[in-house]
C-alpha cells in the first residue's frame, strides 16, 4: 500500500527544498526525496558570495538551513532514496522506492539538478578519490602543502581554484580555450593571485600516477607541445549533465537531456512540473533554482486547486 502525500519533490537541493518551503507552508502534504543528502549541488560550493542578503555564507550551512526551513513547515524528508518503478502519467503518480515504500500523490515536482561532466579519460576513474575530485570544499584539505591543477575555465573553475590557494601551495588552471568564459571580476581575482598560474588552449590527454595521481599531462591545442604538470590532485569543473536519466520515456526532454517545461515550469505531463538545473534553460545558479522552485510550487498548488474545484 502506498503513502500518500499531496506532492513528492524529488531532488532536495535549492529548487527543490524552496518548493518544499513552500508547498508545505500552504499545508500541503509534502514529501522530498532525495539519492543523497539535502542540498545539493551547493554543498560543492566552497563559499556562497551572490546569494542575496547573505554576503558570504558556506554552502554546506545554506544548503542546510533551507532544508531546516521546509522541515519546520511540516515537508517529510527521504535522504538516501533509490528510486524505482515510475509512474508519472496517472492522475495519481506513484514512485517507488528501494527497500522502502512507494508513495502517490496528484503532484511531482522534477528538481534533481546536474551532476559534474567528467573528461573521460582512463586515469579519471582510477584516481577518483586518490586525486581526482570534483568538490574543492570537500577535498581540499587532502591537499594541503601540495601542489595540484583546476581544468575549466568558467566562474566554478577560477572560483574554486582561488579557493584551494588557502590551502595548496599551488595550483594550474588548465583550460581549453585561450579566453576565460568566467566574469570579468573572477578572472582579475585569479590572474593576481601569486599561487595561481594559467596553461591556455590546452587539450588534457592523461592523469598519470601509480598508486595516487602524479601528473597531468595536456597537449597544445595549435603547437601540438605536450605539458607534464606534476601535481597530487586535479579538481575538474568543466561543467555539469542534468540528472534525468531516470525520466526518460516519462516526460519531454530536449537534445541534451534537459526537463522541457512551459512558463510556468509545468512539464508535458499533466501534475508534474520541473525546477533548477534539470531544466532546460539558459543560468544556472543558487538563485535561479530557488525561482524555479517558487514557480513550480506556485503553479502546483494552483493545479491542486483546480483538482479540489474539480472533485467537489
Ligand atoms: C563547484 C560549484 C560552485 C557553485 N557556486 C555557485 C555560487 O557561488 N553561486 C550560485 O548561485 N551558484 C553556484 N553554483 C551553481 C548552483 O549550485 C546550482 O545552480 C544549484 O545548486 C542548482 O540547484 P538545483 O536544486 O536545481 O540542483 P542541485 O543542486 O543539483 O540538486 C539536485 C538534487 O537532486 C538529487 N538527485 C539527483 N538525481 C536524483 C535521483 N535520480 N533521485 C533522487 N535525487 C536525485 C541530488 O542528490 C541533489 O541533491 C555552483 C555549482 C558548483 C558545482
Redesign the pocket.
Known amino acids: 500500500m502506498a503513502t500518500r502525500y499531496d506532492a513528492i519533490v524529488?531532488?532536495?537541493?535549492?529548487?527543490?527544498l524552496t518548493a518544499a518551503i513552500y508547498l508545505s507552508r500552504s499545508r500541503f502534504r509534502t514529501l522530498v526525496?532525495?539519492?543523497?543528502a539535502?542540498?545539493?549541488?551547493?554543498n560543492?560550493?566552497h563559499e556562497?558570495?551572490?546569494?542575496p542578503g547573505l554576503p558570504s555564507v558556506s554552502g554546506v550551512a545554506l544548503g542546510r538551513a533551507m532544508r531546516a526551513q521546509a522541515q519546520s513547515f511540516g515537508a517529510r524528508f527521504l535522504g538516501h532514496?533509490d528510486?524505482g518503478r515510475l509512474d508519472l502519467a496517472s492522475p495519481e503518480k506513484t514512485i517507488e522506492v528501494l527497500d522502502e515504500d512507494a508513495f502517490q500523490a496528484p503532484v511531482v515536482v522534477l528538481?534533481?539538478?546536474?551532476s559534474?561532466r567528467t573528461l573521460g579519460l582512463d586515469g579519471e576513474t582510477r584516481f577518483k578519490g586518490h586525486g581526482v575530485s570534483y568538490?574543492a570544499t570537500c577535498d581540499g584539505d587532502f591537499f594541503s602543502g601540495k601542489d595540484v591543477a583546476v581544468i575549466g575555465g568558467g566562474n566554478?573553475a577560477l572560483?574554486?581554484a582561488a579557493a584551494l590557494t588557502a590551502q595548496v601551495r599551488s595550483a594550474t588552471i588548465i583550460h581549453e580555450f585561450d579566453q576565460f568564459q568566467a566574469h570579468a571580476w573572477a578572472v582579475e581575482e585569479a590572474r593576481k593571485n601569486p599561487k595561481l598560474s594559467f596553461l591556455m588552449e590546452q587539450t588534457v590527454t592523461g592523469l598519470r600516477g601509480a598508486e595516487t595521481l602524479e601528473a597531468v599531462t595536456s597537449v597544445h591545442k595549435r603547437s601540438g607541445v605536450t605539458t607534464v604538470t606534476p601535481v597530487s590532485g586535479v579538481f575538474i569543473?568543466i561543467g555539469?549533465a542534468p540528472?534525468t536519466k531516470?525520466l526518460e520515456g516519462h516526460v519531454a526532454l530536449n537534445e541534451r537531456g534537459e526537463i522541457v517545461v512551459d512558463e510556468s515550469l509545468r512539464t508535458d505531463v499533466p501534475g508534474v512540473f520541473a525546477?533548477?538545473?534539470?531544466r532546460a534553460k539558459r543560468y544556472?545558479?543558487?538563485?535561479?533554482?530557488v525561482a524555479d522552485g517558487t514557480v513550480a510550487a506556485l503553479a502546483a498548488t494552483e493545479y491542486l486547486a483546480d483538482l479540489a474545484r474539480s472533485a467537489a
Not at 539535502?38 to 551547493?42: F, I, K, L, R
Not at 556562497?48 to 546569494?51: E, G, I, L, R
Open positions: 524529488v531532488g532536495a537541493g535549492p529548487a527543490g526525496l532525495d539519492r543523497g539535502a542540498g545539493g549541488q551547493v560543492l560550493t556562497v558570495a551572490n546569494y532514496a528510486l528538481a534533481t539538478g546536474g559534474p568538490c566554478s572560483e574554486e569543473f555539469y540528472n531516470w525546477a533548477g538545473d534539470a544556472r545558479q543558487i538563485t535561479t533554482a
